[in-house]
């Protein structure tokens, strides 16, 4: 069932996005030659804790994995797609790119967001892929309107990647976000003629997230149940916003 929220539940989601948009633009910061993922985590479960909020991310159990998630990030780097884990080990070096994706609940209700991030001079390949990513989110929240169906937004991140010469991961995809951090419907960044295809009404909030690869659409998960990375080492990026289905059009919750 979809779950649409009332303008007051919106206006609290509203401050948890904005927190996790202040959580990645200070991150976004951080990300220099030489920093490692672990300092990222630090800052951001210091800026989670500090405005009163809980990690989303942290103990979140996923079936899939059989364990809770210990971290408050996930920081994907290179040809890592998603859930990468944040390590004192893993240093940032030029013309590196890392995901940076987290979450929070404040006051009962939850953000979640991501961004990918450049580190020094990055390639410019590198460059285009994010661009790319970055341009088929846009394409996606214009989809999201009023009258307009699911596979509206899911079409515009395929056709805008696929005509770009880039492969969508399959195997994960966006969602619906309020009083939890999944709920239905499921988003993915292609259209899947097996799933439903609701009418977008206003109340409804979808988390947006496409993951996009430089070479093929197939990852395998590393040893430690949580890493997915491209199977053929090619790099991939990923954004995500929350959005909002509104009378005047869509609603970013979690940016300014």
Request: a negative charge.
């Amino acid at each position: 069932m979809i779950i649409r929220k009332t303008p007051a539940e919106l206006e609290k989601m509203r401050k948890a996005g904005l927190l996790v948009w202040r959580i990645l633009d200070e991150l976004r910061k951080k990300c220099q030659e030489g920093a490692t993922t672990w300092d990222l985590e630090v800052a951001a479960e210091a800026m989670i804790r500090d405005a009163g909020a809980k990690p989303a991310f942290k103990g979140y159990f996923v079936p899939a994995a059989g364990e809770r998630y210990p971290f408050v990030l996930c920081t994907s780097v290179n040809d890592e797609i998603v859930h990468g884990m944040p390590s004192p080990k893993r240093v940032l070096k030029s013309g590196d790119i890392v995901s940076i994706d987290t979450g929070v609940e404040l006051d009962g209700y939850f953000g979640d967001s991501a961004t990918t991030v450049a580190v020094g001079q990055v390639s410019e390949a590198a460059a285009r892929l994010m661009a790319v990513t970055r341009e088929s989110l846009e394409l996606a929240i214009e989809q999201v309107r009023a009258g307009n169906r699911l596979f509206d937004v899911c079409g515009a991140v395929e056709r805008h990647v696929l005509g770009n010469g880039f492969s969508i991961v399959r195997e994960f995809v966006g969602h619906g976000i309020g009083t939890k951090l999944h709920e239905e419907p499921q988003v993915p960044n292609y259209v899947d003629r097996k799933n439903e295809n609701p009418r977008l009404r206003p109340g409804m909030v979808l988390a947006i997230e496409p993951m996009v690869n430089a070479g093929g659409a197939e990852l395998r998960v590393l040893s430690d149940k949580w890493t997915a990375v491209t199977k053929d080492g090619s790099y991939s990026a990923h954004f995500e916003h929350c959005v909002a289905v509104t009378e005047n059009g869509p609603w970013v919750l979690t940016r300014p």
